[in-house]
C-alpha cells in the first residue's frame, strides 16, 4: 500500500527554472528520502531527511519537512535536461523496515 | 551502473513455467528487498530479508518465492504467473533493515512480461 500523495503528478519546466514537487504521507515516520528513476532504470537515492530535521541541501536539491503536516517538498533549482526523471518520495515506519513510495512526480526539463 | 546487478534485464515466460529472478550486491549490506513496479505506478514492497532470513512478506502471492542463499544474493522464483503479474521487478539492498537511516541501493530491475 502507498504511504502517501506527491503532487504535481506531472511537471513539464523550462531548462533554468526551479522545480517543486510536494509530499504527503499518513503515518509517524523515521525520515523522509528522495529518489529519482530515470525511464525503465532503477531508483537512485537523492538525500534523506530525519523527522528531527527541517530542511536539509544538496547540491541543486533543497528538500523541507513538515512533521505536524505530515509533508514533505523537493526544489531541484536550475534545472537541466538531464534532471528530466520521475521523483518519488519514500518514507521509513519506525521499526525501519519498510520503505514505502508515494506516487511519484513525473518532470519533464525542455532545453 | 549500480552496484546491485539484476538477471536477466527481460523475461517473457508463459503462465507454466517456472523461472527464478536473481539479485546480487556486494556492498556488505545485509538487508535486501524485493519490490514490484506497474508503468507509471511507484514501486510497491514486496518482500524483506534482514541477515538471510525472511522479515517481511506484504501479503503477496505463492506464486512469487524469495530466497536468499547468502547475504549477497537473492533470488526471486516465480511459478504460475498471471499476466498481471507483468511488470518491472526492482531488487535493493540496504546496510541493515533495521537501520532506518540507511538509504535503499537498487538495481535496474527485470523487466517480467507473462503470455
Known amino acids: 500500500s502507498q504511504q502517501g500523495e506527491e503532487d504535481p503528478q506531472a511537471l513539464s519546466i523550462q531548462e533554468g527554472e526551479n522545480a517543486t514537487m510536494n509530499c504527503s504521507y499518513k503515518t509517524s515516520i523515521n525520515n523522509l528520502q528522495w529518489y529519482r528513476q530515470n525511464s525503465g532504470r532503477g531508483l537512485v537515492h537523492l538525500i534523506l531527511i530525519r523527522s528531527n530535521e527541517r530542511e536539509k541541501h544538496s547540491g541543486r536539491l533543497r528538500v523541507t519537512l513538515d512533521t505536524s503536516k505530515k509533508s514533505s517538498s523537493l526544489l531541484i533549482t536550475a534545472s537541466r535536461a538531464a534532471d528530466t526523471a520521475s521523483y518519488f518520495c519514500a518514507t521509513v515506519n519506525t521499526g525501519g523496515f519498510k520503505t514505502i513510495f508515494g506516487a511519484g512526480t513525473r518532470l519533464f526539463v525542455k532545453a | 551502473d549500480t552496484e546491485v546487478t539484476q538477471t536477466p534485464k527481460h523475461l517473457v515466460m508463459g503462465m507454466t513455467n517456472k523461472k527464478s529472478l536473481k539479485c546480487e550486491q556486494h556492498?556488505?549490506?545485509?538487508?535486501m528487498y524485493w519490490y514490484k513496479q506497474k508503468a507509471k505506478k511507484p514501486p510497491e514492497l514486496m518482500f524483506v530479508?534482514?541477515?538471510?532470513?525472511?522479515?517481511i512478506n506484504e501479503s503477496v502471492p505463492s506464486r512469487f518465492s524469495p530466497e536468499c542463499p547468502n547475504s549477497s544474493l537473492l533470488n526471486l522464483h516465480l511459478h504460475a504467473l498471471q499476466p498481471e503479474d507483468s511488470a518491472l521487478y526492482l531488487c535493493?539492498?540496504?546496510?541493515?533493515?533495521?537501520?532506518?537511516?540507511?538509504?535503499?541501493?537498487f538495481g535496474n530491475g527485470t523487466r517480467l512480461t507473462v503470455t
Open positions: 556492498m556488505g549490506h545485509r538487508a
Open positions: 530479508y534482514s541477515y538471510e532470513k525472511l522479515s
Open positions: 535493493a539492498s540496504s546496510q541493515d533493515a533495521g537501520a532506518p537511516n540507511s538509504p535503499l541501493h
